[in-house]
């Protein structure tokens, strides 16, 4: 057998780590740092978690790491920021108010926040066996589309979804547009991200043209990355949990809509969309998923920095954008009404 066959042997053989962890709530407020660098207020409200350097412009050659004081991320060397839009329920008289996120499963004590996971394979046990690289400083990634309101829109991206939460550990069905019913703990959503990576460009203008879906199949079947984005990178998903429970005993729409709306106004469901910009100190987020931890119970067992949720809890930012985002509201932040599904002719 040839040296680079045993050693590739070698590099294989261990399994690697699937890693899932919580960050608690940064900040609620209308700032949007990647798609909107330099706007304040930008459109509409964002929940953000991580590091506490993020602010309404992140140049790329910034320091995030360095910059930050404390991260909300059970992981403590993940400076990173992680941000999706907020929900609202639209009451019968048509004002807003806005629905909190809880704690996920296993992080019940948890500010709110979102749950982020970095997977190497579609599988949610420890047998992770692909080898990713890490992102690198500089490297932001946006996926799903802010205008999209019919299925045909939102098509294009795969796997941005809903689950009702009948219990609060409900995984299945996921839906693409907001569920159709009274949810009794809960909305989840899960936002993933595609997972091939052009290896050249750590941004583009769309902020997704540099990432790339499999060729065929898809990341669950191991479909392979396409020449144009051969870099092969590991999944990242967000889960978040919409406390929809205090709304359940409101007045809802007679004709049986869903009364949530996204902080911009899509009440379809289909404009789901996430932001990510990379922030993990030095190699750390490499040498994670180079070890055979899983979720984030033992991964300190093999040497990555986690802090406890207390901690978490204890880092958070004062919004810059000084507006009523919590009470009953005449209009979204920003301005926006309720937008329904076109009528089809
Ligand atoms: C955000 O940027 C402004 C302007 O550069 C700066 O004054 C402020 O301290 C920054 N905030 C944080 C939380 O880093
Ligand atoms: C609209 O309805 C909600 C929910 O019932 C209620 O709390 C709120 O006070 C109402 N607002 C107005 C302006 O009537
Ligand atoms: C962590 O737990 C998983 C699953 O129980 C196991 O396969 C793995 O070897 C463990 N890793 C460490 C570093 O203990």
Known sequence: MQWTTLLTLALAAPSSALVRFHCSQLVTQRLDPLVNPGLIPSTHVHQIVGGDSFNATMDPKRDMPGESTCTTCQFSDDFSNYWTAVLYFRAQNGSYKRVPQLG?????????????????????????????????PGFRMFIGDVLARTLAEAARFRQLTYTCLDTFVTRSP???????????????????????????NLDSPDHMAHMSYPET??????GPCPSTHPVRTAQVMFEVVWDTKPFNNLDWPKDGSNPFVWSFGDATGYA???????????????????TPCH???????????????????????TPVVDEDIDGWLQALPGGFQAQYAPTSA
């Not at 199949?217 to 191991?222: A, R, V």
């Open 104 to 136: 996920n499963n296993q992080f019940r004590n948890a500010n709110g926040g979102l749950t982020v996971y970095y997977m190497q394979d579609a599988i949610y046990t420890p047998e992770q066996k692909s080898k990713v690289t890490s992102f690198q």
């Open 174 to 200: 996921e839906t693409i547009s907001f569920p159709n019913r009274r949810c009794k703990e809960g909305i989840m959503t899960s936002l993933r991200f595609p997972t091939c990576w052009d290896g050249k």
């Open 217 to 222: 199949g898809t990341f669950e079947s191991g």
């Open 272 to 290: 789901n969309h996430a932001d990510y910009v990379f922030g993990w100190k030095d190699d750390s987020l490499q040498k994670i998923l180079d």
């Open 295 to 317: 979720f984030s119970t033992n991964c300190s067992e093999s040497g990555a920095k986690m802090q406890s949720i207390d901690d978490m809890n204890k880092c958070s930012q």
